[in-house]
T-cell receptor, first 111, second 115 residues
Framework: GENVEQHPSTLSVQEGDSAVIKCTYS??????FPWYKQELGKGPQLIID?????GEKKDQRIAVTLNKTAKHFSLHITETQPEDSAVYFC??????????FGTGTRLKVLA | NAGVMQNPRHLVRRRGQEARLRCSPM?????VYWYRQLPEEGLKFMVY????????ESGMPKERFSAEFPKEGPSILRIQQVVRGDSAAYFC?????????????FGPGTRLTVT
C-alpha cells in the first residue's frame, strides 16, 4: 500500500543553523505534499505545502523541495530558532482527502 | 474563527467501557476526517464524513468503532468496549471540500487512555 518514509526521527541543531527533514513516498500518483508542525499537546498545523507541478516553494525561513522522479521531498528550515522546536510531519496525497503521513521528526533547536 | 474544536481533550476509560469523542469543524466546513496517532507514530486516516454521510471508513476497525456526523451537532467517534490498544491521540480535521485541494485543519486532539 501507500507509504511515506521520513528521516531523521530526531534532529538537534544549534540555534541559527539549518535543519533538513526528508521524506520518500511510494505512490507515484501522489501530487500534493503538505508539511505539518505539531507542538506538544496540540494538533498538527500546516506550515507549507507543495504540489507536483512545482519543484520548490519558499515561505520566509521555510522551504520545501520536490523531486518527482526520485519520489523525494524535503523541508528546509533556515536560521532556526528555539520556537521551531516541535515534531514535524510530512504527508502525501494523490489529490484526494486521504493523506498518508510520515512517522514524524522531533526537532530540537538548542539555544 | 474558533477553529476545529475537540472534546474532551483527555479521556480515561477502563477496559470494556465506551469512549465518545466529539469534533466540531471550523465554521463553513462540512467535511470531517478522523485520524489516530499512536505514540511516536504518524497520523493514520480512519474515516471521512460529510453531514449525515460516511464517505470512506476504510481506515476504521470494523468492530467496536463507529462514527457519525449528524445534520445538527458535532461529529462523534465512538469506541465501544475499549481495550488497552485503543489508547492513542485521536485527531479530527475539517475542510471546505473533500476534493483534496483544500487544506485540512486539525483540532487539538483527544488523548484517550485505557486503564
Amino acid at each position: 500500500g501507500e507509504n511515506v518514509e521520513q528521516h531523521p526521527s530526531t534532529l538537534s541543531v544549534q540555534e541559527g543553523d539549518s535543519a533538513v527533514i526528508k521524506c520518500t513516498y511510494s505512490d507515484s500518483a501522489s501530487n500534493y505534499f503538505p508539511w505539518y508542525k505539531q507542538e506538544l499537546g496540540k494538533g498538527p498545523q500546516l506550515i507549507i505545502d507543495i504540489r507536483s507541478n512545482v519543484g520548490e516553494k519558499k515561505d520566509q525561513r521555510i522551504a520545501v523541495t520536490l523531486n518527482k522522479t526520485a519520489k523525494h521531498f524535503s523541508l528546509h528550515i533556515t536560521e532556526t530558532q528555539p520556537e521551531d522546536s516541535a515534531v514535524y510531519f510530512c504527508a502525501a496525497s494523490g489529490g484526494t482527502y486521504k493523506y498518508i503521513f510520515g512517522t514524524g521528526t522531533r526537532l530540537k533547536v538548542l539555544a | 474563527n474558533a477553529g476545529v474544536m475537540q472534546n474532551p481533550r483527555h479521556l480515561v476509560r477502563r477496559r470494556g467501557q465506551e469512549a465518545r469523542l466529539r469534533c466540531s469543524p471550523m465554521k463553513g466546513h462540512s467535511h470531517v476526517y478522523w485520524y489516530r496517532q499512536l505514540p511516536e507514530e504518524g497520523l493514520k486516516f480512519m474515516v471521512y464524513l460529510q453531514k449525515e454521510n460516511i464517505i470512506d471508513e476504510s481506515g476504521m476497525p470494523k468492530e467496536r468503532f463507529s462514527a457519525e456526523f449528524p445534520k445538527e451537532g458535532p461529529s462523534i467517534l465512538r469506541i465501544q468496549q475499549v481495550v488497552r490498544g485503543d489508547s492513542a491521540a485521536y485527531f479530527c480535521a475539517s475542510s471546505t471540500s473533500g476534493l483534496g485541494v483544500d487544506e485540512q485543519y486539525f483540532g487539538p486532539g483527544t488523548r484517550l487512555t485505557v486503564t
